[in-house]
């Protein structure tokens, strides 16, 4: 099937993320209907992956960290499969939807903004056995199996199955590891006063990392901190260490431990969208170079990809799976991959589409960071604010409600900021709930239990 739309500009923007999202909408409100926008991603909706940690651990239902596509971008045309060839060349894309229908859409401009993947390890079983922490669903699963597991445990009487019930195990350190476990241990916590058949000392959370530290974005006193906040709240850290296998469920690390587990998250790493660094899918040129930058595009100040001799004609890439130079923080320095960046970013790739169209110089992107944040569980936090060239370093309650604040305005849509605050506020008047749901992953299987009787 080939799309084709006519004489108007086509704007193609591969993802629908923090820089899909924007860029269509921003795109759309400069140009109207003087522009052709279509959108691409595999989900119909953006994850707002700042509030996962939250949405595992209970404390956001997980439809509210989620912004509908076809909802939010009036007039756009939205495609939901998954980008599986991109010819520049020809200026087509290649998409393939989960029904394996084949589309082919042209463009006059593309916006690559797909973000990135896990990135795994040759690590025995980790493929088998680990989970995610990218998706809703991901964290969905995640608050389901421990509290599964909670109610599970209490209902046994043999010791070891109630030991690996009990045993939780997330690999890296950073925000989206740390905030994670963070979260899980303050949500199983809570639980315990509904469970008189277990106590805390049961309990068994493990953060593997192979750094000498966690949260390398924030001080070293923070992240001592943090460190401090999750070892005394009886968080195994394990810095250092490498997962040398988890076969079976059973861990096996570098320093000698080994235990079962009944649940591993994986938060080590991440890599661009496979398609770009694969030679025969994309005809773009990505940085070979190993290292940090490996497999991203290369992007110029004014974020048009960047090729051998100049300027890639009519592409644009931004977030995860762009290496965008940072111009705020001085010459040689680089952008970090977070929601902050992606957001600003998209926005001015959408200006610079509407310049290009328009014939107006481009806009060299520039944003002076506004500091980082995490949450801890509940009213803890760490993370530190730029006011102007003032750092100001926080920690414990400021820095929870700082963060819970920034997010919530970050969040796209009124309603979805709406449904936000409200879920706070119910928890906080009845608690959040224990309800895990493991059953959910299987829906038909009481229904084929049924129909065997």
Not at 14 to 40: C, Q, Y
Not at 45 to 70: C, H, K, W
Not at 175 to 183: K, V
């Given at each position: 099937?080939?799309?084709?739309?006519?004489?108007?500009?086509?704007?193609?923007?591969?993802?629908?993320?923090?820089?899909?999202?924007?860029?269509?909408?921003?795109?759309?409100?400069?140009?109207?209907?003087?522009?052709?926008?279509?959108?691409?991603?595999?989900?119909?909706?953006?994850?707002?992956?700042?509030?996962?940690?939250?949405?595992?651990?209970?404390?956001?239902?997980?439809?509210?960290?989620?912004?509908?596509?076809?909802?939010?971008?009036?007039?756009?045309?939205?495609?939901t499969g998954a980008v599986s060839k991109i010819r520049h060349e020809d200026r087509t894309v290649v998409v393939t939807t989960d029904e394996d229908v084949t589309l082919e859409i042209s463009y006059d401009y593309l916006v690559v903004g797909l973000g990135s993947v896990p990135r795994l390890l040759p690590i025995p079983g980790l493929a088998e056995n680990a989970i995610g922490f990218k998706q809703v669903e991901e964290a969905i699963a995640v608050r389901d199996r421990i509290?599964?597991?909670?109610?599970?445990?209490?209902?046994?009487?043999?010791?070891?199955?109630?030991?690996?019930?009990?045993?939780?195990?997330?690999?890296?350190?950073?925000?989206?590891?740390?905030?994670?476990?963070?979260?899980?241990?303050?949500?199983?916590?809570?639980?315990?006063?509904?469970?008189?058949?277990?106590?805390?000392?049961?309990?068994?959370?493990?953060?593997?990392?192979?750094?000498?530290?966690?949260?390398?974005?924030?001080?070293?006193?923070?992240?001592?901190?943090?460190?401090?906040?999750?070892?005394?709240?009886?968080?195994?850290?394990?810095?250092?260490?490498?997962?040398?296998?988890?076969?079976?469920?059973?861990?096996?690390?570098?320093?000698?431990?080994?235990?079962?587990?009944?649940?591993?998250?994986?938060?080590?790493?991440?890599?661009?969208?496979?398609?770009?660094?694969?030679?025969?899918?994309?005809?773009?040129?990505?940085?070979?170079?190993?290292?940090?930058?490996?497999?991203?595009?290369?992007?110029?100040?004014?974020?048009?990809?960047?090729?051998?001799?100049?300027?890639?004609?009519?592409?644009?890439?931004?977030?995860?799976?762009?290496?965008?130079?940072?111009?705020?923080?001085?010459?040689?320095?680089?952008?970090?991959?977070?929601?902050?960046?992606?957001?600003?970013?998209?926005?001015?790739?959408?200006?610079?589409?509407?310049?290009?169209?328009q014939g107006r110089p481009l806009v060299d992107y520039y944003h002076k960071n506004l500091g980082v944040l995490a949450t801890l569980g509940m009213y803890k936090g760490v993370g530190y604010m730029m006011l102007g060239d003032k750092r100001i370093d926080?920690?414990?309650?400021?820095?929870?409600?700082?963060?819970?604040?920034?997010?919530?305005?970050?969040?796209?849509?009124?309603?979805?900021?709406?449904?936000?605050?409200?879920?706070?506020?119910?928890?906080?008047?009845?608690?959040?709930?224990?309800?895990?749901?493991?059953?959910?992953?299987?829906?038909?299987?009481?229904?084929?239990?049924?129909?065997?009787?």
């Open positions: 099937m080939n799309t084709t739309t006519g004489a108007k500009p086509h704007v193609l923007i591969l993802g629908g993320g923090s820089v899909g999202l924007n860029a269509a909408h921003d795109l759309r409100k400069a140009l109207g209907s003087e522009v052709a926008i279509t959108i691409v991603d595999s989900r119909p909706y953006m994850t707002y992956q700042p509030f996962l940690p939250e949405v595992g651990a209970g404390s956001i239902d997980p439809r509210n960290v989620l912004a509908p596509l076809r909802k939010v971008l009036a007039g756009t045309k939205v495609v509290l599964g597991n909670l109610a599970e445990a209490a209902s046994t009487k043999d010791p070891a199955v109630r030991k690996r019930l009990l045993t939780f195990t997330f690999v890296g350190g950073g925000f989206a590891g740390g905030e994670a476990i963070s979260e899980a241990e303050d949500m199983v916590r809570d639980a315990l006063r509904y469970y008189p058949d277990l106590h805390a000392s049961d309990i068994r959370f493990v953060l593997i990392d192979a750094a000498p530290f966690i949260f390398p974005e924030v001080s070293e006193e923070q992240r001592a901190y943090a460190l401090n906040q999750l070892r005394e709240r009886g968080v195994e850290v394990k810095l250092e260490t490498f997962l040398n296998s988890c076969e079976g469920g059973v861990v096996k690390l570098s320093d000698g431990d080994e235990f079962e587990t009944d649940l591993i998250v994986w938060n080590a790493g991440v890599k661009p969208a496979p398609v770009l660094f694969d030679s025969e899918a994309s005809d773009l040129p990505v940085i070979q170079e190993r290292g940090p930058m490996m497999g991203r595009l290369g992007v110029l100040p004014d974020l048009r990809v960047k090729g051998e001799n100049g300027p890639v004609d009519g592409v644009f890439a931004a977030g995860d799976c762009a290496w965008v130079p940072d111009l705020a923080s001085g010459e040689g320095k680089f952008c970090p991959p977070n929601a902050q960046h992606a957001v600003r970013q998209g926005k001015r790739v959408a200006d610079n589409i509407a310049r290009s169209i926080m920690k414990g309650l400021p820095a929870w409600a700082a963060a819970r604040a920034y997010h919530v305005y970050a969040m796209p849509t009124v309603g979805r900021k709406a449904a936000v605050v409200a879920g706070w506020v119910a928890n906080a008047v009845s608690r959040r709930d224990i309800i895990g749901i493991p059953q959910s992953s299987t829906p038909r299987a009481a229904f084929e239990l049924a129909a065997k009787k």
